[in-house]
Every structure is written in structure tokens, then in C-alpha cells.
């Protein structure tokens, strides 16, 4: 069974620095991988994608991920984070082509320190 | 880009009763749509898979007699909470597939409160 784990249930950065979120994820084919932000009480926003040829993403707001095969990890990142970054953030896995539903992490919840 | 649009945004009902959510897809045909269920602080968990024409398939564990799914076209999907329980109070996201690009679009989600 697939399953995507972010070990990190709170982190903490201060505004102006580097950033980056953990996802390692278990999937037994060609894993479709995302990552999506959502603010308290709102659904949720696709930051970036992952489904071949590149391995170094880059999404929407400055993020990007890197997808390393052998390590099972898609992690995010951001060179200098925003008071407007704090939010929770989910890594999700699914097939591709839209037959499954995604299978989504525990989410890390970002604490932006002025 | 594709979008789903869901309603109500928040709803609050008594203990006993139904609520039904919709679903819709605006500009697309939605064949499929996944109804997700968030509890407070914690992930978005698959509760079960509609598809247009033919009966939803349901997680483990999901009682399938109190969230009836119903896909009656290619644009609306709707979840109905039936004989609703406080303990069913949460934050519930539908998603359809994106008709190009592999990727998923949400809905804003409903929250839902049972007193």
C-alpha cells in the first residue's frame, strides 16, 4: 500500500530564510508526486508536480522540489521564505491518470518567525 | 485551468438530520471525483471514489449508508451526510481530475458542524 510521510509536524523559520519541508513517500510503481498548501479553513493549492523527466521541480511562489528516486523523497524547498508562507503544507502520492484518489501525508505546519 | 466549484462552504446542522454538498465542475467534464474528509489538524483521508453513471466506490472503513455519493452527470458530484453525528463534524474536500496534465483539482471543502 502506498503511504507518504512528512516527518516534521511543525516547523519554525524565521522571515527571509531558507526552507525546506521532507516528504518520503512509499509506492510500489511510477509515483505521481505533489505538494499543496492550505491556509486555515480554505482548500487546497497545488505549489508543484512531479511525474517524470527532470527531477528538480519548480512550482508556483518560489517553491521547488527535488524528486530523488533512491530515497524515496520529494522534498520542498524555498531560498527565503514570507510571512505569507505560514500554512500547512501536504505531500501527496497517487498514480497518475486520475483512476485513484492521491494518498496525502500528515501535513507540516509552517510557523513564520518575524 | 479546470475548476470544481463546492458548496456550502461552511454548514451547520443538528444531530440527526442530512446535509448534502455539491460539487461541480465548471469548465470541464468531471468523469471521476474523489470526496476526501479532513478532521481538525490533520490530513485530508480518501473516503471514496464517484464515477459518473455507476455506483461510488467506498475506503475501508467508510460507511457507505451515511455518505451516499451521487454522480448523476459529468459536471455535479454530490456527498450527503445522512443522520448526521456530531462525531462527523469535519472539513470535507471533493477533487476531480484534471482533464489534461495528470494533476487533481479541489474543491474549497465544507465544513461541516453537527450540534
Known amino acids: 500500500a502506498q503511504s507518504v510521510t512528512q516527518p516534521d509536524i511543525h516547523i519554525t523559520v524565521s522571515e527571509g530564510a531558507s526552507l525546506e519541508l521532507r516528504c518520503n513517500y512509499s509506492?510500489?510503481?511510477?509515483?505521481?508526486l505533489f505538494w499543496y498548501v492550505q491556509s486555515p479553513g480554505q482548500g487546497l493549492q497545488l505549489l508543484l508536480k512531479?511525474?517524470?523527466?527532470?527531477?528538480l521541480v519548480q512550482g508556483i511562489k518560489g517553491f521547488e522540489a527535488e524528486f530523488k528516486r533512491s530515497q524515496s523523497s520529494f522534498n520542498l524547498r524555498k531560498p527565503s521564505v514570507h510571512w505569507s508562507d505560514a500554512a500547512e503544507y501536504f505531500c501527496?502520492?497517487?498514480?497518475?491518470?486520475?483512476?485513484?484518489?492521491?494518498?496525502f501525508g500528515k501535513g507540516t505546519h509552517l510557523i513564520i518567525q518575524p | 485551468g479546470a475548476v470544481v466549484s463546492q458548496h456550502p462552504s461552511r454548514v451547520i446542522c443538528k444531530s440527526g438530520t442530512s446535509v448534502k454538498i455539491e460539487c461541480r465542475s465548471l469548465?470541464?467534464?468531471?468523469?471521476?471525483m474523489f470526496w476526501y474528509r479532513q478532521f481538525p489538524k490533520q490530513s485530508l483521508m480518501l473516503m471514496a471514489t464517484s464515477n459518473e453513471g455507476s455506483k461510488a466506490t467506498y475506503e475501508q472503513g467508510v460507511e457507505k449508508d451515511k455518505f451516499l455519493i451521487n454522480h448523476a452527470s459529468l459536471t455535479l458530484s454530490t456527498l450527503t451526510v445522512t443522520s448526521a453525528h456530531p462525531e462527523d463534524s469535519s472539513f470535507y474536500i471533493c477533487?476531480?481530475?484534471?482533464?489534461?496534465?495528470?494533476?487533481?483539482?479541489f474543491g474549497s471543502g465544507t465544513r461541516l458542524t453537527v450540534v
Open positions: 469548465d470541464f467534464q468531471a468523469t471521476t
Open positions: 477533487s476531480a481530475p484534471e482533464p489534461v496534465n495528470y494533476g487533481y483539482t
Open positions: 512531479y511525474f517524470s523527466g527532470d527531477t
Open positions: 501527496a502520492v497517487g498514480s497518475g491518470g486520475g483512476a485513484d484518489g492521491l494518498t
Open positions: 509506492y510500489g510503481a511510477t509515483p505521481y
